[in-house]
């Protein structure tokens, strides 16, 4: 399994952005699928966005879709998600998790970051 630690939240006015990073540690990276998701206070933690483990193929969950992009840098062990146009409904703890496969589902992923806060003011 691998590890993960997530950074680059913070507080952010509405239709401001933000890029959260989750770094990996262990020579694996690159064969793993890697996915975000978040948990509002008092709501269940959903599925943000996966992509594959060459990056080429990437899906969105339609909250976020058009202003989230998630991308990775194999060579640095690194996840990203670039969020623009925020909204105050983004505001959430964000987690980042590795999977053998690319997928929406949760119970697919075996290795979860600490996470990191977003918070969008309005």
């Known amino acids: 399994q691998v590890q993960l630690v997530e950074s680059g939240g913070g507080l952010v006015q509405a239709g401001g952005s933000l890029r959260l990073s989750c770094a990996a540690s262990?020579?694996?990276?690159?064969?793993?699928?890697m996915g975000w998701f978040r948990q509002a206070p008092g709501k269940e933690r959903e599925f943000v966005a996966a992509?594959?483990?060459?990056?080429?193929?990437?899906s969105y969950a339609d909250s976020v879709k058009g202003r989230f992009t998630i991308s990775r840098d194999n060579a640095k062990n690194t996840v990203y998600l670039q969020m623009n146009s925020l909204k105050p409904e983004d505001t959430a703890v964000y987690y980042c998790?590795?999977?053998?496969?690319?997928?929406?589902?949760?119970?697919?992923?075996?290795?979860w970051g600490q996470g990191t806060q977003v918070t969008v003011s309005s």
């Open positions: 998790g590795a999977s053998k496969i690319a997928t929406a589902h949760q119970a697919a992923f075996g290795s």
């Open positions: 262990g020579r694996t990276f690159s064969s793993y699928a």
């Open positions: 992509i594959n483990w060459s990056g080429g193929s990437t």
